[in-house]
């Protein structure tokens, strides 16, 4: 039977003063448990990452889903399949109450811009996105603040106040598609949108 330092020098391979080899010997247990590791990975993702819906299904992903929250590993829903596909429909809006009068800004229409400045502007369409959602009312809040100290000059650029706006409401709005009759889904030409616009944070 091989001893240790035999086996260790096997895993070093033929050339022992390699600078870029590894020190950590390979066994097949090592490659067993990383085996393990990676499919029971690969699980978790699968299953944080599928939809909602089925109530069975639904038990299994709730407390991993909470687990992985409060790791900060979760991964989101994969927004480009049913039942709830992603879809750009929303945008921000603010006021800032200053003592010239009231400044207005709003973030980029997403449906209307070019696939090439989605892709430049790819954080700025996530972050302004997200804040609008209830679970982000705080960084919608901070983001409220930060009008207070800032005047846009742009949907990205600013410039800080020299005076301190008074308050600043911050809104989001969308475009929520109406809920075709029956079941069958629409033509383009017969799609209703519904607008919509609520406050979702004021400071100071």
């Not at 699968?46 to 109530?55: C, E, K, L």
């Not at 750009?88 to 800004?105: P, Y």
């Not at 901070?142 to 301190?164: K, P, S």
């Amino acid at each position: 039977m091989a001893s240790s330092e035999e086996r260790r020098e096997e895993a070093l391979g033929d050339r022992p003063d390699d600078p870029w080899r590894s020190t950590v010997m390979v066994t097949p247990a090592r490659r067993r448990l990383c085996t393990v590791f990676v499919l029971g990975w690969c699980l978790v993702l699968f299953v944080d990452t599928s939809p909602w819906g089925a109530a069975w299904w639904d038990r299994v992903k709730l407390p991993l889903n909470t687990l992985l929250h409060h790791v900060g590993l979760w991964q989101g829903q994969w927004g480009m399949f049913a039942p709830g596909p992603s879809v750009n429909n929303w945008w921000l809006s603010a006021e800032m109450h200053t003592d010239g009068g009231v400044e207005a800004w709003q973030s980029p229409f997403w449906m209307e811009v070019s696939a090439v400045e989605k892709f430049r502007r790819y954080r700025y369409m996530n972050y302004y996105n997200r804040i609008q959602l209830p679970q982000y009312h705080r960084a919608a809040a901070d983001f409220a603040r930060f009008l207070l100290r800032h005047r846009m000059l742009d949907a990205y650029r600013y410039e800080r106040r020299t005076i301190l706006a008074k308050r600043v409401d911050l809104f989001t709005n969308g475009l929520d598609l109406a809920p075709p009759p029956g079941s069958h889904l629409p033509a383009p030409e017969e799609i209703v949108w519904v607008s919509f616009s609520r406050r979702i944070a004021e400071v100071p």
